[in-house]
Nanobody
């Protein structure tokens, strides 16, 4: 019903930038109102990085990336982006995009997101 394909990962020096893309291939009739970026570093739990509530047009960010990362979308291209500036070695992780239907009160926790991409690796060199 939904396929997500991430791209844009790679290796970059600390302080550099990357832009991740997530192309969404969605069956007609599916309203993917919540979209987000998540990451998981080796030996650590998956954490939410940023999410977009398409219904309210609201974005939220993890404290660790506020002011450095920006989530955005291009509706015409069915693509979600994550612009990452001022990258730090601690940003090194596999990054995943995900989507799920919105609940009445808003977007659910990341663990409840229904559809996930395969991930793209980001490595920040010190």
């Amino acid at each position: 019903q939904v396929q997500l394909v991430e791209s844009g990962g790679g290796s970059v020096q600390a302080g550099g930038s990357l832009r991740l893309s997530c192309a969404a291939f969605v069956a007609s009739g599916y309203a993917y109102s919540c979209m987000g970026w998540f990451r998981q570093a080796p030996g650590k739990e998956r954490e939410g990085v940023a999410n977009l509530d398409k219904f309210e047009g609201r974005t939220r960010y993890a404290d660790s990336v506020k002011g450095r990362f920006t989530i955005s979308e291009d509706n015409a291209k069915n693509t979600l982006y994550l612009q990452m500036n001022g990258l730090k070695p601690e940003d090194t992780a596999m990054y995943y995009c995900a989507t799920t239907p919105r609940l009445r009160h808003g977007c659910p926790p990341g663990s409840d997101y229904k559809y996930w991409g395969q991930g793209t690796q980001v490595t920040v060199l010190s």
